[in-house]
């Protein structure tokens, strides 16, 4: 059983920020982060909330679905970076979107989530015939975890929100999930709290290296050796289920890192960077958010057309990594 997306939308923050304006707190400039990540401007969150930013992007889909949303069976939200740690994001979007006869629970799988998220929502309609609709929403506010002195993962990440509505359908689909919690400390924050309470040198040695606000911190040659390696793997994993070829995919939509990971991806999956979907230039590397909303953008500009086979990659924080392949 495979999946069928009905509805896609997304939100994004009013606030912008381009390159030239990290030159003012920061030794940088806009040819250094162009040539080295592709990125030009980012959204960062201010006011909005993550689970808001979530709600506006799920009503939207909901709408271009055309469902009424007391008939969602499930709302699935992925995120690294809740408003809290309890409420979930998801139960909150299922208030603000009116689908009271939904469950609702969220993921972290990082960058990664929305394809952990639409794995495991394929796999509830399935097993839940009584289930039409899964509302998927994936929200970040990355923003409030950087560390902006640090000129090399400041300026890689923005903040927004998109959202997809499935229902089951009987065209194929085929996924694949991993995780290598090895790399863990490559890529993390801390709780907020928690770091002023673990006294790594007395006390207890964690393993992580010494940073002791709740901001990110990232060892960017280290991920970037397990991206490159990560995005193909998740494919060939997923695809080798079904005998899919790179040659089979109308588009791969990667999750929007860096253009240097996606070039070397493609390349070792032997596929020309015109079948990548790349919206990183204006959106920067929004986590979760990255894959749904370039997949979002994509149809709405009729770049991704009904019938087309679509490759979802994506590798994050964890480590993650995951691939879906299914047709839109």
């Known amino acids: 059983m495979g999946i069928?997306?009905?509805?896609t939308g997304c939100y994004l923050p009013d606030q912008k920020l381009t390159n030239n304006d990290f030159t003012k707190f920061v030794d940088t400039n806009d040819e250094w982060i162009r040539t080295r990540t592709g990125i030009a401007e980012?959204?960062?969150a201010g006011w909005e909330p993550v689970w808001y930013m979530g709600?506006?992007?799920?009503r939207q889909a909901i709408a271009q679905a055309g469902i009424a949303p007391e008939d969602i069976g499930l709302v699935i939200a992925a995120s690294a970076t809740n408003d809290f740690h309890t409420p979930s994001i998801a139960c909150l979007v299922q208030h603000e979107t009116g689908a009271v006869n939904a469950a609702a629970f969220d993921v972290n799988a990082a960058c990664s989530g929305f394809v952990y998220a639409l794995d495991t929502a394929r796999r509830f309609l399935e097993t839940d015939t009584g289930m039409k609709y899964?509302?998927?929403v994936a929200a970040e506010a990355l923003s409030r975890f950087l560390d902006f002195g640090d000129r090399s993962s400041c300026i890689l990440f923005g903040d927004g929100a998109a959202a997809a509505v499935i229902e089951r359908s009987d065209k194929p689909f085929t996924s694949a999930l991993g995780a290598d919690g090895s790399g863990g400390r490559l890529l993390y924050a801390r709780s907020v709290g928690v770091a002023e309470e673990i006294k790594v040198e007395h006390e207890f040695d964690d393993g992580f290296p010494?940073?002791?606000l709740h901001k990110l911190y990232q060892d960017g040659r280290e991920v970037y050796k397990f991206a490159t390696?990560?995005?193909p793997k998740a494919f060939h994993l997923a695809a080798d289920k079904a005998g899919i070829t790179p040659e089979d995919i109308d588009w791969f939509v990667p999750h929007q890192a860096n253009i240097r990971i996606i070039e070397t991806a493609a390349k070792n999956l032997g596929a020309p960077m015109e079948k990548f979907i790349v919206t990183l230039d204006h959106y920067g590397n929004t986590s979760s958010v990255s894959i749904p909303l370039a997949l979002h953008e994509s149809i709405e500009k009729g770049v991704i057309k009904r019938g087309q086979k679509l490759a979802l990659i994506g590798?994050?924080?964890g480590l993650t990594y995951a691939g879906a392949i299914f047709e839109y």
């Open 134 to 136: 899964v509302l998927i």
């Open 42 to 44: 980012r959204r960062m």
């Open 4 to 7: 069928k997306i009905l509805g």
């Open 55 to 58: 709600s506006e992007a799920a």
């Open 315 to 317: 590798f994050g924080a």
């Open 229 to 231: 390696k990560a995005l």
């Open 210 to 212: 010494e940073k002791r």
